[in-house]
């Protein structure tokens, strides 16, 4: 999940449980606060492990080294009691009245597993028992980057701002509500631009959202009758909800790619159900076989696209669409490309991986694929697809991520 993402989801956690203040109140800073920015501050600090990609010349990084070591739950303990001590070190610094470093080490644990929960429940992989085992787990359950995800976290902790001062109420919430305005066109320039178009209905609903959302109470004094806290416990159940209505979607979506390995007989090597933006409803099945990987897309609100699995000896046709990406048959190059350090490390890397071989003259390209990122632009390669260009004498010309 991406890292603003993590860092809201961390201040909503510090107000909604631990009666965190705003971060920004014009209040002098307290408890209160620094239980908020401390909850925000362990949210993102797992991503921090970003910077050494920042000084590195090495490419294949972001798989070998993002979401390790400071997305473990082993290493964990260490990295609280590291930011409990600076924290407290600051306050004293700076004079604040900050809780004790065992209640502190507490909140940054809570904001660093929040962290590591939030990017396991996405398909990219995080190495929770690293250094101890480096594996990848994946729940597949929401998509890394969720506008909606992101909105329900947000919007609460905005509206309980808004809602702080009857004075500044309305003036407030307009700002809020023109800031906002703009936001589903944003969006839908973004999924038009990586192939995941959002109707015109779905934006003019969302304007309306916003506007109900944010002016209706201000007019109406509504949101004057609700606390503080309750707006962002509100916040911090709903967004407990939408993990468990994505979780129930990748069960049904998962049960239909089961159901299409089943009935096509393949000789399944690894399965799986991936969100696809923009909307819960939008799934990517993908079954990977020793001759190529099948990819499904399934919209589960769409009752009529995939019929229930047939029965054992039956031999209709279930009506799934998809679409099959051959496994090129091995040759040489494909052998020599497989054995460089840099491949090995691409493939255990890659869940759905799909090997292309092409001549290009007197070169031979050997591309690898991840197809857990494959566009829905035709004609564009998955995001994560490994070139390896080999001289007529078998020798590497150069290998590296194909850039989009």
Not at 16 to 30: P, T
Not at 120 to 144: N, Q
Not at 317 to 330: G, K
């Amino acid at each position: 999940m991406d890292t603003i993402t993590h860092g809201i989801a961390g201040a909503l956690i510090g107000k909604a449980v631990f009666r965190g203040d705003d971060m920004l109140a014009l209040r002098d800073m307290n408890r209160r606060r620094i239980i908020t920015w401390a909850l925000m501050l362990g949210a993102i600090f797992p991503d921090s492990d970003v910077f050494r990609d920042v000084f590195s010349n090495d490419d294949l990084l972001l798989i070998t080294w993002h979401r390790s070591i400071t997305h473990s739950l082993l290493c964990l303990p260490f990295f609280a009691l590291a930011l409990a001590a600076l924290t407290r070190v600051f306050a004293r610094w700076r004079k604040w009245d900050a809780p004790g470093f065992g209640v502190l080490t507490g909140i940054y644990a809570v904001g660093i597993l929040s962290h590591i929960l939030l990017d396991l429940v996405t398909s990219f992989g995080t190495m929770i028992w690293s250094p101890l085992k480096w594996s990848r787990p994946a729940w597949d359950v929401i998509f890394i980057v969720d506008f909606t995800f992101t909105a329900i976290l947000l919007i609460p902790q905005l509206l309980a701002w808004v809602n702080a001062h009857p004075e500044k109420l309305k003036r407030r919430a307009l700002g809020i509500w023109l800031v906002f305005l703009p936001v589903p066109l944003l969006i839908t320039a973004i999924g038009r631009a990586v192939g995941a178009p959002i109707s015109f209905p779905a934006v003019i609903a969302a304007v309306t959202l916003f506007t109900a959302i944010f002016l209706l109470p201000a007019l109406r004094g509504w949101g004057l009758r609700i606390r503080h806290s309750s707006w962002n416990f509100a916040g911090f159940a709903c967004s407990l909800a939408y993990i468990g209505l994505a979780a129930y979607g990748h069960h049904v979506a998962l049960a239909r790619v089961q159901a299409f390995a089943v009935w096509d007989h393949l000789d399944v090597q690894a399965l799986g159900a991936l969100p696809s933006p923009p909307s819960l409803w939008q799934w990517d099945g993908l079954i990977r076989t020793p001759h190529g990987v099948y990819e499904l897309r399934m919209d589960l609100s769409d009752k009529s696209s995939i019929a229930p699995a047939p029965a054992a000896n039956s031999s209709s046709d279930p009506s799934i669409e998809y679409r099959f990406y051959p496994e090129a048959f091995s040759n040489s190059y494909i052998e020599a490309a497989r054995h460089l350090p840099e491949v090995q490390k691409v493939l255990w890397f890659a869940r759905f991986p799909v090997t292309r071989f092409r001549k290009e003259g007197d070169e031979a390209v050997v591309e690898i694929s991840d197809m857990r990122f494959v566009s829905r632009r035709p004609g564009r390669v998955p995001s994560f697809t490994y070139r390896v260009r080999f001289a007529g004498d078998g020798g590497v010309l150069s290998q590296g991520w194909v850039r989009p």
